[in-house]
């Protein structure tokens, strides 16, 4: 059985640092294995997820571990008071930060709706950025949709990014993910109310690519600077 690396865990909520290509919960998969189920038996008690990663996207994921506790998470995450800050690797060398407000498609019919996204390069090389990404809001795609809409679409992608370089890093590299990664979040614990930081660090593969194209890059990126 996979085993969820735990960055936290008390009698309230669980934080851990999940794979790329695990899908949270069964709702969003059709294979027996989820982050959801993984933990609960991992822990010997049922969880409860507020929030999402996509399946391709690795990092800070919380659980809650009562119905109390994941409400009073879940609410966090609807009012957006929720800080989450993500790495991803994206097309193209750029250096400018950009706050981006536009809508972006919210279902599979087309529906656009308003978000907002800001983006602050952090290291260039072989013609791609290590670039960090925080949502002002938390729609569905969000971070992936707003980057193909500036030019820079993330590597491995294969829904906004572009074929022939995920093809590359997969021929060139053996990276066969979405290069997408949920750093840190900062929440309230739902009971006691205190500040918690949670970080999950850049992952193997994910620093081996980031190596092999010149661009550098340390923990000390994730200096855990004010939102």
């Excluded at 069964?26 to 294995?33: I, N, S, T, Y």
Aim: charge should be positive; hydrophobic fraction near 40%.
């Amino acid at each position: 059985m996979t085993v969820l690396p735990i960055l936290f865990r008390d009698e309230w909520l669980c934080a851990v640092d999940k794979p790329s290509g695990l899908a949270v919960h069964r709702g969003w998969a059709r294979e027996r294995d989820t982050a959801m189920t993984l933990l609960r038996d991992q822990l010997g008690q049922w969880v409860y997820p507020p929030h999402r990663l996509d399946r391709g996207t690795s990092g800070c994921l919380v659980f809650a571990l009562n119905p109390e506790a994941a409400r009073a998470l879940g609410e966090q995450f609807e009012r957006g008071e929720v800080f989450k800050r993500y790495l991803a690797l994206t097309r193209g060398e750029w250096r400018d930060p950009v706050l981006l407000d536009h809508p972006v498609r919210a279902d599979r019919k087309g529906v656009r709706v308003p978000a907002a996204t800001a983006f602050r390069p952090l290291a260039r090389g072989g013609g791609f950025t290590l670039t960090e990404a925080i949502p002002r809001t938390g729609r569905l795609h969000q971070i992936r949709q707003h980057l193909k809409h500036l030019g820079h679409p993330i590597v491995g992608d294969v829904e906004y990014g572009k074929g022939d370089i995920n093809r590359r890093f997969r021929a060139e590299f053996g990276f066969h993910r979405l290069a997408l990664h949920a750093a840190e979040l900062r929440l309230k614990h739902p009971v006691t109310g205190a500040g918690f930081i949670f970080r999950a660090p850049l992952p193997a593969p994910f620093l081996q690519v980031l190596m092999a194209l010149g661009i550098p890059y340390s923990s000390a990126e994730d200096d855990g600077r004010d939102p």
